[in-house]
């Protein structure tokens, strides 16, 4: 853990794959809404770049901003278990969980040539990880009835639309388990009635090292929805369920 700053009263938003891309994006809008921040991904040193720049950027308007960076290989379960039972047990309970790291799988990857290594290389990083951090990090935001949970999908884990149409089998596998997890776990626990929401998002397709130079967002318009899922009033979600959903654009969409 990298962490130079005295720690401070401000809410604790954790942002995995907050070194890069939407991730990085997300963790800069909740900086900007006043949160502290952990940051997750593999590599140290974009890591430290991230959260050097975010400290450089808001010197100036969130003076006591935290920032601490975990690094660790979210492919491997057991230093994924690891690390965030580190995070649960040394930083306060966060009042935000943002999951937003990633990979795509490869581009031939259908399910009759898929290799096992890639299947299990995809699923690691985007589910099992997933299943990992949530399960050590957001029992204490359940039990303090205040915390949400956003994990970034794709409309590609769709079961209805273009979604699993075909190619690309582990990632869209990977995401539509995703969507799974977050409508069986808003349902564990009440579906907002006990101060705990959790919800995916399909950022659409952006400009990222993942997305591509060509693609049609950029990186404030991916992130901006699951930045005002995790700040914005509940009241602002409508009426009727409000979490356990997939959202686009500040809209539920069918999973
Ligand atoms: N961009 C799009 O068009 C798009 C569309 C739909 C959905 N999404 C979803 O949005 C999320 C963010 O995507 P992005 O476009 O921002 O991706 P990105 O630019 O490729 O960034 C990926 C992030 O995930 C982290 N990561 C990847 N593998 C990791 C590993 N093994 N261990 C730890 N961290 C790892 C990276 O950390 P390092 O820097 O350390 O490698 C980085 O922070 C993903 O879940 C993606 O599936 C993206």
Redesign the pocket.
Known sequence: MHSETAPTSRPLAIV?????????ETARGLAAAGFDLAL????VQ??DGARQSLLSEFVATQSGLTITTH?????DQIATRNMADEIATSLAAPKVLV??????SEKMSKTLRTTDAEWNRVLN??LN?VFILVNSIAPAMADARDGRVVI?????GRMSGPGSAGGLAP?RIS?AAVNSLVRNLAHETGLGARGFYVDAI???????????PD?P?S?EE?AETAIWLATADISERGTGQVTGLLWEDRKIVPF
Not at 99 to 104: N, R
Not at 202 to 212: E, I, K, L
Request: charged letters at 20%; aromatic letters at 4%; a positive charge.
């Open positions: 995995s794959g907050g070194s890069r891309g939407l991730g990085l997750i991904a593999k590599d974009r890591l690094a660790v290989d979210l492919e999951l937003a790291h990633g990979v795509m990083i985007n990880s970034y999908s794709a409309c590609l990632y995401k399909c950022p659409n397709h952006t400009r990222t090292d993942m997305g591509g693609a967002r990186v991916g």
